[in-house]
């Protein structure tokens, strides 16, 4: 796999909701969220973003340390790490997250993680669930499919390579 950049006009579609929206207050969103976990039993879930990640009950956890492209004191702790700079899918966290959902590690980006969810959702079996935050509204729930997988690599071949 090369390194993937995000190109301008695929920004957009990219901030379209992928899987359940959950959206509302904090409590409401962990609520909801703690629900639909309980009732799907899924095998695992990997939550992307740090919000995400701090909030809500997960087996593997990648995020970059900032909320709002801000800084934060506390996250969740990790035994991997790698770089990924804004707009792009570096090729060395597909190993990377591949490792982590494979042995239930946290995985602390250097950079941004946002399209990662992507490669999370990828790299996942089915019945497997990927959840990322919803700016100011709160996250959306991936269940992974075979349908989901086809629609992201389909996505992925409009990305531009490196």
Do not use: H
């Amino acid at each position: 796999m090369e390194t993937l950049l995000l190109p301008e006009k695929l920004r957009l579609e990219l901030r379209k909701i992928w899987g359940i929206p959950i959206f509302g207050d904090e409590k409401k969103v962990i609520k909801e969220y703690e629900r639909i976990v309980k009732n799907k039993k899924f095998k695992k879930i990997i939550t992307v973003g740090d919000r995400c990640s701090l909030s809500l009950s997960s087996d593997v956890k990648i995020f970059d340390g900032k909320i709002n492209r801000k800084r934060i004191k506390k996250f969740p702790p990790f035994s991997l790490r790698c770089s990924n700079p804004p707009g792009t899918i570096q090729k060395e966290v597909w190993t990377v997250i591949e490792k982590a959902i494979k042995e239930n590690k946290n995985v602390f980006i250097d950079g941004e993680e946002d399209l990662l969810v992507i490669p999370a959702v990828l790299l996942s079996e089915e019945n497997n669930a990927v959840v990322y935050g919803f700016l100011d509204k709160g996250i959306c729930l991936i269940e992974v499919s075979r349908g989901i997988k086809k629609s992201l690599k389909e996505l992925l071949k409009r990305f531009q390579t490196k």
